[in-house]
């Protein structure tokens, strides 16, 4: 009797791409090119007072005017833009801030780690507005303060995870054999730690811009995020609060934006964790 052998299966490194990645992409897709067309077309000016206040939507002005008769519709994608914007920004300065610190730990081990991870930790036990607020306080306020106080805060998070990932990978063998041949610190970082810790890295970063997002709107609300005349998302939820019954679209239109944002990227954090789960495990 013979038996007929089995090809062996192969695990392929296709990534897969899921709905939720689809959805999130989609959603701030919309919302940039709103905002892009606010920006740029001429004739739609988020800081002119062009009509009566309170008016209902209709195909001038496509959810009416606040009250003191500016256009919703364009400060509304114009802060939604802002909004992404600084939350794109902030994850990026976190995101090189804690991968740099958290590769750095993982490569040097020992007591110079143990120092720098506590630093990490006592950046994570911080309230988050608490933390934000100092930083606005010293450094003063505007928008560059706005990002960086923002990534400054979300650093540790992304480095806590940098380090985790980095720190598994540098004891696996190919790792040890890469430092017995004398290759050298930047090579090993280069091409083994930050390939194989890019999938849990990018799934915290999605994530981070969801905070960020929820964190920049509350410290505008609060009156320490973008400041007036410039829209943003928090701003408008605190001024129109006030007008929730005789104009309630004031009010719901901001807040609708927000938790489309903060959906869409903790989407994005799903699907970037759906899919790399499925490349893993697929044989």
Do not use: C, K
Not at 164 to 192: F, W
């Amino acid at each position: 009797m013979t038996t007929t052998a089995q090809r062996p299966r192969t695990r392929t490194r296709r990534f897969e791409i899921g709905w939720e990645v689809i959805v999130a992409t989609v959603i701030i897709a919309v919302i940039a090119v709103a905002g892009l067309i606010v920006w740029l077309l001429p004739g739609l000016d988020s800081y002119a007072t062009t009509a009566d206040p309170f008016l209902s939507p209709s195909a001038q002005h496509l959810l009416g005017t606040d009250n003191i008769g500016r256009d919703s519709f364009t400060r509304l994608a114009s802060a939604s833009l802002t909004s992404l914007l600084i939350s794109l920004s902030a994850t990026v300065i976190a995101g090189v801030i804690g991968v740099t610190v958290g590769f750095t730990a993982a490569y040097l081990e020992g007591p110079v780690a143990s120092v720098i991870m506590r630093f990490v930790d006592v950046g994570l036990a911080i309230p988050g507005i608490l933390l934000a607020l100092t930083i606005r306080v010293i450094l003063g306020a505007g928008t560059p303060t706005l990002i960086l106080s923002l990534g400054v805060l979300f650093a540790p998070s992304i480095a806590r995870i940098a380090y985790g990932a980095a720190h598994e990978i540098r004891h696996r063998a190919y790792v040890q054999a890469a430092e017995l041949d004398n290759v050298s610190g930047v090579t090993i970082v280069v091409r083994h730690l930050l390939p194989n810790a890019a999938t849990p890295v990018s799934v915290q970063l999605a994530a981070t811009a969801a905070a960020a997002v929820a964190l920049e709107a509350a410290l505008s609300y609060l009156g320490q995020g973008i400041q007036p005349p410039n829209p943003s998302i928090g701003q408008m939820v605190q001024e129109f609060g006030q007008y929730i019954q005789s104009a309630p679209l004031l009010f719901v239109g901001p807040i609708i934006s927000l938790v489309l944002m903060s959906v869409a990227w903790n989407l994005l954090s799903d699907g970037l964790r759906r899919g790399a789960n499925a490349r893993s495990i697929r044989e």
